[in-house]
């Protein structure tokens, strides 16, 4: 069977996307993964090409109709460049018109990154497996088996792997969007086209001890530290113990967890578990204990459901849908603004360990995961595992490193060991 079928319709995690973005600002997110050897760029080149037509939803430029903007797949790959600038450089939205993604390498690493509309990690993270095997393939003449995440090129696309899962698995009880503003904290806002970056290195097995010492997941114990480094922050600008705002901090939870969805489209919703240290200060115990049962509470199927309908429900309504598209940008954009990044601290993305078909891991170091700040968030943090190490990422759009020191300074006084690298001296 030949796809015929050219464009598809934004999911419905994808449609803030484009409304939101700004000059200065796309939201964009970094996948990369280190060879042990010097990529060919010819031969990255061709194996993009190979894969193209493998995934027509991330194959993509953004276009914009009458009500809605839609995703239309390029003719051609995009061309492969050699990673020149700073890590996860704006994408211009007239770019993105042209190729919603890129691809770049240097030395012996590669890198995809993605304008959020795409896909989730999860879904770039398959690309980037696909890409790799076949980059592989074609220059070692090696056999990839087609498991763990890389899909086989020869074939088209499945239905279920374009699917927006939203809509399939939307229900009929929906919850509501009240939330009280979080802790932003501050800092000394960065002036030229850069992005600081700070990478933790540390062995999954000696935080998994930790956590398993406090018999929650390894993501709770990294959300606890972070909440504690905050609360030191917050308690150290704000005197006033009464005046001190909630700290919460944003976990994107993958619904295919929940909901038998292969999309390789965005299906990722989020919860916020956090303290009120208006309250009083709080130990490290009662932190962990509190975002524990918050996530219990929260992670279930009811739950993130209940959240799914919110969402699809203002899509579907009627008089929604017949607004143009340019009236429905200035509303989107103004809500985003009034309330998409003030309910949440920081946001935590922990996209687990990868795994590879055995053969690939004898070719591959690491991999990399980074999301870029936010619009208003000084920073975001992301996660990945593999080969037994974890990559804790921590960008900044402020000069201050101070959230970073009091975060890796927690891990090593519970006796885990870092390394750091950074692409600022």
């Not at 276009?63 to 492969?80: H, R, T």
């Not at 390498?105 to 959020?116: A, D, G, L, P």
């Not at 229900?171 to 009240?178: A, L």
Request: aromatic share 10%.
């Amino acid at each position: 069977m030949k796809r015929t079928q050219k464009w598809l319709k934004l999911d419905n995690a994808a449609k803030i996307y484009p409304a939101a973005k700004t000059k200065n600002w796309t939201n964009i997110y970094r996948l990369s993964a280190t060879l042990k050897e010097d990529i060919d760029p010819d031969i990255l080149a061709k194996s993009l090409n190979d894969i193209k037509r493998r995934f027509p939803s991330i194959c993509v430029k953004l276009k914009a109709g009458i009500f809605w903007y839609y995703l239309e797949e390029i003719d051609n790959a995009p061309e492969v460049c050699e990673e020149g600038g700073y890590t996860c450089m704006r994408m211009k939205f007239s770019d993105i018109k042209k190729c919603a993604f890129r691809v770049l390498y240097y030395k012996n690493r590669i890198t995809t990154e993605f304008f959020h509309s795409l896909t989730d990690g999860n879904g770039a993270l398959i690309f980037l497996k696909t890409l790799t095997a076949t980059y592989l393939e074609n220059k070692y003449g090696i056999d990839v088996p087609h498991e763990n995440g890389v899909l086989d090129i020869s074939r088209i696309a499945r239905r279920d792997e374009l699917e927006d899962s939203f809509l399939k698995y939307s229900g009929k009880v929906s919850m509501g969007r009240k939330d009280t503003d979080a802790y932003i904290y501050k800092g000394t806002h960065i002036l030229e086209d850069f992005t600081p970056l700070i990478t933790g290195e540390i062995a999954v097995e000696d935080i998994k001890k930790r956590a398993k010492e406090y018999n929650v997941s390894i993501t709770t114990y990294l959300a606890a530290v972070m909440t504690d480094a905050l609360q030191q922050m917050q308690a150290e600008e704000i005197k006033r113990v009464r005046s001190r705002k909630p700290i919460k901090i944003l976990l994107p939870v993958n619904l295919r967890s929940f909901y038998p969805s292969n999309t390789l489209r965005n299906f990722v919703l989020y919860i916020i578990p956090g303290i009120k240290p208006n309250m009083g200060h709080y130990s490290f115990d009662e932190i962990v204990k509190s975002i524990h049962h918050q996530m219990g509470y929260e992670l279930t199927e009811k739950q993130m459901n209940s959240r799914i309908v919110t969402n699809v429900r203002d899509e579907l309504n009627p008089i929604v849908r017949i607004i143009p598209l340019f009236m429905k940008n200035v509303v989107m954009k103004i809500i985003y603004n009034m309330s998409g990044e003030k309910k949440s601290t920081i946001t935590i993305s922990n996209l687990g360990d990868v795994k590879l078909p055995e053969i690939m891991n004898d070719y591959i170091d690491r991999f990399d995961f980074i999301l870029t700040p936010q619009l208003t968030l000084p920073g975001n943090c992301s996660v990945i595992s593999y080969k037994g190490k974890m990559y804790i990422s921590f960008v900044r759009n402020i000069n201050e490193t101070t959230l970073e020191k009091y975060f890796f300074t927690r891990l090593v006084k519970n006796g885990i060991h870092v390394k750091i690298e950074s692409n600022r001296r």
